[in-house]
């Protein structure tokens, strides 16, 4: 089984930038799409981006396209989400899972991990 613990959350002003990170352990997440996820106090969870197992494709929900940007690291075994030019209504739980392929918006997965928090002030 693979555990996804992300990290790189925090507080941000209005235009600020984060990078998260997703690291897996347990099995390499190198032959998985894996995507990003979000969800804001409620509200359901939203998709967020996803990037192909080589890297060399992404796909990115319309509120963050030109914004965000994924990427991967299979050396670290670690799928990162750079977030700039951050607003009010990024703020949420981020989480990451693996994904059946590079436009599904299905997780793999049927368990999530603990997630991190991104609050951006106005």
């Known amino acids: 089984q693979v555990q996804l613990v992300e990290s790189g959350g925090g507080l941000v002003q209005t235009g600020g930038s984060l990078r998260l990170s997703c690291a897996a352990s347990?099995?390499?997440?190198?032959?998985?799409?894996v995507g990003w996820f979000r969800q804001a106090p409620g509200k359901e969870r939203e998709f967020v981006a996803a990037?192909?197992?080589?890297?060399?494709?992404?796909s990115y929900g319309d509120s963050v396209k030109g914004r965000f940007t994924i990427s991967r690291d299979s050396t670290r075994n670690t799928v990162y989400l750079r977030m700039n030019s951050l607003k009010p209504e990024d703020t949420a739980v981020y989480y990451c899972?693996?994904?059946?392929?590079?436009?599904?918006?299905?997780?793999?997965?049927?368990?999530w991990g603990q997630g991190t928090q991104v609050t951006v002030s106005s």
């Open positions: 899972n693996a994904l059946r392929g590079l436009n599904s918006r299905s997780p793999l997965f049927d368990y």
């Open positions: 347990g099995r390499t997440l190198s032959k998985y799409y």
């Open positions: 990037i192909s197992w080589s890297g060399g494709s992404t």
